[in-house]
């Protein structure tokens, strides 16, 4: 039997100001004599979702901000109603709580425990059998009979998480609340939440913008869209999918801001005039195999004479995680450039990374280390590879298998 | 109904710790504490018996600081867990909006605060009778159930207030005020009898006089304040005749204002 039942579930919330009285009561006048009254407009956050979920999954609800994650959520705990369509959930619902959302800064760590302990349905004797433990995970026995209000912000965030994840439920609901704390707390955290999902055989609803913890925890993925569900499958299926609208989306963003130059710093010495990228056959392109070389094409013209300076090119994800680069300055005799338009390529081998989206960054400094251009997000390029299933990797590289006695090429 | 109060059974260890946080809360960094409770009803009886001396209230054998501190003790009760019920469901927006119980939680754990200070207040009256040499009587019985009236009656503003207050604040900012005004249609700085006494024997306003007495009565006050009165001190179980409009009031208003709040609470976290 399902735990979770959805039924064609729909949310609309009406846009726009408040209602004042005065409205009101213009619209119930209206009403009275049967006049048309003013409809605001209304958003749908939900549009008629249906799933269900069985005893024991643990799915990660993924989508972009506004994708309707929240109110979903929202309705299974109970907290709102459904506009129309239906909402079942057979068990009890703990929601991990936006952490220290229940905290009363007057009030000492431990009468926070009790309060919020209670407010989260457990009684006077749970906590009690439970205090300790709560306390030594959030490592605060010292400061647990201070006001919360003395607390630093990562202490109340670790007592808040330490009391959240020791309620007892059979549908737990976990918005966004396992990144908490210095790293040594997140690592002990993220164990925490992967004991309480894998060993407890409880049914938990995942919530992330993580999307590496969805695909770690989860045993199945919903990507929501709009309010609607995009995809409904294994993590690696609706992450992949996830990350490959994702980038179209941070493209189609890049187009606006490089016609803008908002990306650019620069002492107007150097103009960029234009980025390509190369394929092995040296024609433009977007898009590029990642065993195949790679050429970024960078023209640029500078207003005067620079000896010796330093040029840098190199990649990054659309994280700003840097992954290749490489400066003139390695170079050991190294060029000068006169006043003029110039055309430099950087060409790789191979671009040995997963498929997806990739941005070429450019800086310029003269041989006193003045930056004269800095640029990032110049342009953007779609990597493509042979090998079906992306995911849980990063590096791309070409594998070989030695199993009793056969090879395998992968 | 019964549903209700068995729903309601369940969720007292939670109405109990919000309750304890309100009290914790506001007493905490007071070096004064719990006193402060207090401080309401002792300076209002100080001011009415202050004035009494000037204007000449007819308030019988009863020595007048006992009288009014014993009409305050309900009257403030009545009117703070009314006011304070009517704000508690916004107070609460952070819960609200994150974790579901039944919300006539918060108006219920805003009287239950008040009912610990009402506790106080029956300290100090034990003091001031002591003092005027009053010893309570068989009729003391009445208290309790005086005084679980009195919750029914704030119920009744609070429940509709609190949800309308979701809707629109203007409720939470006006019923403080319209409720101190009200003080004065109550027998708070003079006596019930005094109300009788000019109505239904001297008759002052002329045919009107027995209907102005009812519309008087409907206000459940009235019959409260004059029964606590009476089973503290004159020794006389509760009156039937002075407590019946208001009672009738209540009996309609009471389920109306429950089945309002359920239907708008449904929403509460969307419009909050």
Partial sequence: MAVIEVKNLTKEYQLGALTTIKDSVKNLLKRILGKPIEERKRFKALDNISFNIEKGEVVGLIGTNGAGKSTLLKHLAHITTPTSGEVIVNGTVAPLIEVGAGFVPDLTGRENIYLNGTIMGLNRKQIDEKIDEIIEFAELEEFIDTPVKRYSSGMAVRLGFSVATSIDADILIVDEVLAVGDLAFQRKCFERMESLIKHQNKTVLLVSHNIRQVERLCSRAILLDHGKVLSDSTPIDVTELFYKRSNEMIQQRQKKVTQKNLAIKGSGEMELLDITILNHEGEPTDKINCNTPLTIRVQFELKEDFDKPELVIGTHRTDFVYLSSSSTALIEDRPSFKAGIHMVDYCLEHYPLIPGVYCVRVAFFDNNGRQVFHGETLKTFTLVGDRKRAGMRTLELPTKWYIEGNTYQV | ?272
């Fill in chain 2, 1 to 272: 109904m019964i549903a209700t109060i068995k729903n309601l059974l369940a969720y007292r260890e939670l109405i109990l710790v919000l309750a304890w946080k309100n009290i914790a809360v506001r007493y905490k960094q007071a070096y004064m504490g719990l006193a402060w409770a207090v401080l309401k009803p002792l300076t209002l009886m100080l001011i009415f018996t202050l004035v009494k001396t000037f204007v000449g209230i007819e308030s019988g054998d009863i020595p007048y600081p006992l009288l009014v501190f014993a009409a305050l003790m309900p009257w403030i009760f009545f009117q703070e867990s009314a006011s304070e019920g009517v704000n508690s469901v916004v107070a609460h927006t952070a819960l609200i909006k994150k974790i579901y119980f039944p919300r006539e939680i918060f108006p219920l754990v805003a009287m239950t605060t008040k009912l610990l200070e009402l506790a106080i207040g029956f300290f100090i009256l034990s003091l001031l009778m002591v003092y005027y040499g009053y010893m309570p009587t068989a009729t003391v019985i009445w208290v309790p159930l005086i005084i679980l009236y009195t919750m029914l009656v704030s119920l009744c503003i609070s429940l509709f207030g609190s949800a309308v207050n979701v809707y629109f604040r203007d409720m939470g900012q006006a019923l403080p005020v319209v409720l101190s005004l009200f003080m004065y249609a109550s027998p708070v700085i003079y006596p019930l009898a005094l109300v009788k006494e000019k109505l239904l024997i001297q008759q002052v306003a002329g045919d009107w006089s027995n209907t102005l007495y009812t519309l008087y009565t409907l206000n459940p006050l009235a019959g409260i304040i004059d029964a606590f009165q009476g089973a503290l001190f004159r020794n006389e179980s509760p009156d039937p005749t002075t407590l019946l409009p208001g009672m009738i009031l209540v009996l309609v208003i009471l389920p109306f204002s429950y089945l309002y709040f359920k239907r708008a609470e449904a929403y509460f976290a969307d419009v909050i």
